[in-house]
């Protein structure tokens, strides 16, 4: 339970803008990176349905961008329209993060994100990700680095620490502040957690008490109830949310709606999230540097995650897994958008 009511004459205190160094966050609600899941279509979605202040990137190599090709091309897609946007980079080689931060700051990103909190193998044995925070060191070089190579400002998202025995997110916190970073994103599990146990939220608090910078709270947040008790809990600048969006990029709007007055928003009509869902299939398309088939393979697993609360939901879902085209997917779609007879 919050222990803060809002209401339309008392809105809730931590509902306010905050400021990465120059760039203002209008509202302190943000995007999570999600790897496969938060790319362009989807920030898109999350800023038209409003209240989102931040969009984030998936993670993207250091050592992809050092080598280019399409597959790392199709990642390196975001507009205007979305700012303003973190781009988030990975990597434990501090020449090389500060090589791929210069080009993706020239290629209007307004805040470079250093990923400090993947533990799955392919990133953690190179060094990078959560592994950063087993070598303070390595990770300090690797914020100076991109610090000293961009005019953006440049934030770390990190993890409680490597394991439980290793919480470190605290000393590394007044390190990255240290070496320059603007503010941090906390997920309150350790990297050995995975996704499993529930997230520690009084690491956020932890964090929060000994920097100056803006701390992003995240982990477990899926309700307006959720949001404004991690603000009351560990009192952070602004809440991040991954899980809790897909498929629902309204869950801003209703966060927001929510600290601002005390109600609830109702869900969107099932016709409004298939509207959005195939709006979501056909930019992605539309946008498409790896082709339409390899597009719609990876539509399969981000449309799923539309719970469109019907009972042809269940048929979708079944049906979704095995399209292959664009055309296949607005042919699901359109019973729902052009009627609600099947709701
Ligand atoms: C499918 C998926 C992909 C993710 N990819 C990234 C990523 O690219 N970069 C990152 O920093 N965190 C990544 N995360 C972690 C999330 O950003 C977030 O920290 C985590 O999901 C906890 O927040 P939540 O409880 O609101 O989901 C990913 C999480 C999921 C579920």
Redesign the pocket.
């Known amino acids: 339970m919050s222990m803060i009511a809002p209401s339309p004459k008392h809105p809730h205190p931590a509902l306010k803008p905050f400021q990465i160094g120059p760039v203002r966050v209008e509202t302190p609600l943000t995007l999570?990176?999600?790897?496969?899941?938060?790319a362009h279509p989807f920030r898109v979605l999350c800023r038209q349905m409003g209240s989102v202040g931040l969009v984030c990137t998936?993670?993207l190599s250091s050592v992809a961008m050092h080598y280019g090709g399409k597959r790392n091309e199709s990642y390196l897609d975001w507009t205007a329209a979305e700012s303003p946007i973190a781009v988030?980079l990975y990597g434990s080689n501090p020449q090389m993060m500060a090589e791929a931060a210069r080009m993706v700051v020239d290629l209007g990103a307004d805040i470079v994100d250093i990923?400090m909190?993947?533990w799955v193998p392919k990133v953690a044995k190179s060094g990078a990700g959560a592994a950063l925070l087993r070598d303070v060191c390595t990770a300090t070089q690797v914020v100076e680095a991109v610090v000293k190579a961009v005019s953006v400002p440049v934030t770390v998202?990190v993890r409680a620490g490597w394991d439980a025995h290793n919480l470190t997110a605290v000393p590394f916190a007044r390190s990255a502040e240290n070496a320059g970073v603007q503010a941090i994103a906390v997920?309150g599990?350790t990297a050995a957690q995975g996704?499993t146990g529930k997230?520690n939220w009084d690491i956020i608090r932890q964090v929060k008490e000994t920097v100056r910078i803006p701390v992003i709270g995240?982990?477990?947040?899926?309700t307006p109830e959720d949001t404004a008790r991690m603000f009351e809990e560990t009192g952070c600048d602004g809440v991040?949310?991954?899980?809790?969006?897909l498929g629902n990029p309204w869950l801003f709007g209703k966060i927001a709606h929510y600290l601002r007055t005390g109600e609830s928003l109702p869900d969107p009509t099932p016709a409004a999230m298939a509207a959005a869902a195939l709006f979501h299939a056909r930019l992605a398309v539309e946008r498409s540097k790896i082709g339409e088939r390899h597009t719609v393979l990876e539509l399969r697993g981000q449309l799923t995650k539309y719970h469109l609360g019907t009972r042809y939901a269940a048929v979708l879902r079944q049906e979704l897994v095995k399209v292959e085209t664009l055309a296949q997917i607005e042919a699901l779609y359109a019973p729902l958008v052009e009627t609600e007879a099947v709701a």
């Open positions: 999570a990176p999600m790897a496969g899941q938060t998936e993670l988030q990923n909190g993947c998202k997920h599990r996704f997230a995240n982990g477990d947040v899926s991040m949310i991954g899980r809790a969006a």
